[in-house]
């Protein structure tokens, strides 16, 4: 079983690395023993995101209802014959994620099948579902068991999930209109709604995030703290050229960081991260 095991962690390796250089530049910057359950926690979250999001001409609906119902027959048996969730499962049992955070999750998921846009109150539960708790579910496995620890660094990794998103929402406002029919803005429900001033709004709710879950980064365990904290820096600098921007500029083409720039923000880490943790 052991060879299973080990392929399907490395399964979701290839699919995270697939889909995303900055985050996988971010775990392997992690001690060794945090990699593989990290990258079985984000296989989960992108081939869920994947089925809402690209599976087009299929029934996304179905694909979800059979993808949460897999994922909590692994999760019971120990077992699963689809490699990602088979990760995942070996990653949640092992490390106590809590099933609450995997159902708010999949609802978030669910809710991009049928909402365009979000009200104030659906749009915290959204951004709870679908970035706080996949914070919380890194935290599990980062503090291996402390408990204490577990809640002290709560709101900082909840804050950290949430700023990541936001920035995703402003990065990604183009794609997210045109491909997708979906406004990430809280409140506004017609593309003639946004502008500037709505932008500077979320951009001071992100900002708030960022400073609280700096904190927090300060005090994770040494084994990730440098992998956090460049991923902190890399959307901390992809957030700076995005409040330089204005909307009708992120309208027309997405903020990019290059992967020059990537290697650069992580030598800043490496520089950065011992005086991080005295400040």
Same mark, same amino acid.
């Given at each position: 079983m052991q060879l299973y095991?080990?392929?399907?962690? +490395?399964? %979701? !390796?290839?699919?995270?690395t697939s889909y995303s250089t900055s985050f996988s530049m971010g775990i392997m910057a992690f001690a060794p023993k945090f990699r593989g359950p990290i990258y079985a926690v984000y296989g989960f979250v992108r081939l869920a995101d994947e089925i809402v999001d690209t599976f087009h001409g299929y029934d996304k609906k179905k694909l979800l209802e059979d993808f949460r119902k897999e994922t909590y027959r692994a999760i019971d048996e120990g077992i699963s014959t689809n490699p990602v969730l088979h990760a995942f499962q070996l990653v949640v049992n092992q490390y106590g994620i809590d099933r609450e955070y995997i159902e708010a999750f999949l609802g978030s998921m669910e809710m991009d099948l049928y909402n365009n846009y979000y009200e104030n109150k659906e &749009?915290?539960?959204?951004?709870?579902? %679908?970035?706080?708790v996949v914070g919380l579910m890194c935290l599990r496995v980062f503090v291996e068991g402390d408990g204490k620890l577990f809640d002290e660094l709560l709101l900082p990794a909840k804050a950290l999930g949430s700023a990541f998103q936001k920035v995703n929402f402003l990065r990604d406002i183009k794609s997210d209109i045109e491909d997708r029919g979906r406004i990430y803005l809280p409140g506004i429900d017609q593309y003639a709604e946004i502008d500037d001033d709505n932008k500077k709004l979320l951009e001071d709710s992100i900002q708030a995030e960022f400073d609280l879950a700096l904190e927090g980064i300060r005090r994770l365990p040494a084994g990730v703290r440098l992998g956090v904290y460049s991923a902190y820096l &890399?959307?901390?600098?992809?957030?700076? +050229?995005?409040k !330089?921007?204005?909307?009708?500029?992120?309208? !027309?083409?997405?903020? !990019?960081? %290059?992967?020059l720039r990537k290697i650069a923000l992580l030598l800043k880490s490496l520089l950065e991260v011992k005086v991080l943790k005295t400040t």
């Amino acid at each position: 079983m052991q060879l299973y095991h080990d392929t399907t962690t +490395k399964m %979701s !390796r290839l699919l995270t690395t697939s889909y995303s250089t900055s985050f996988s530049m971010g775990i392997m910057a992690f001690a060794p023993k945090f990699r593989g359950p990290i990258y079985a926690v984000y296989g989960f979250v992108r081939l869920a995101d994947e089925i809402v999001d690209t599976f087009h001409g299929y029934d996304k609906k179905k694909l979800l209802e059979d993808f949460r119902k897999e994922t909590y027959r692994a999760i019971d048996e120990g077992i699963s014959t689809n490699p990602v969730l088979h990760a995942f499962q070996l990653v949640v049992n092992q490390y106590g994620i809590d099933r609450e955070y995997i159902e708010a999750f999949l609802g978030s998921m669910e809710m991009d099948l049928y909402n365009n846009y979000y009200e104030n109150k659906e &749009y915290n539960n959204y951004i709870y579902g %679908s970035a706080e708790v996949v914070g919380l579910m890194c935290l599990r496995v980062f503090v291996e068991g402390d408990g204490k620890l577990f809640d002290e660094l709560l709101l900082p990794a909840k804050a950290l999930g949430s700023a990541f998103q936001k920035v995703n929402f402003l990065r990604d406002i183009k794609s997210d209109i045109e491909d997708r029919g979906r406004i990430y803005l809280p409140g506004i429900d017609q593309y003639a709604e946004i502008d500037d001033d709505n932008k500077k709004l979320l951009e001071d709710s992100i900002q708030a995030e960022f400073d609280l879950a700096l904190e927090g980064i300060r005090r994770l365990p040494a084994g990730v703290r440098l992998g956090v904290y460049s991923a902190y820096l &890399y959307y901390t600098k992809l957030f700076d +050229k995005i409040k !330089r921007s204005k909307v009708k500029t992120l309208m !027309r083409k997405r903020v !990019r960081v %290059s992967n020059l720039r990537k290697i650069a923000l992580l030598l800043k880490s490496l520089l950065e991260v011992k005086v991080l943790k005295t400040t």
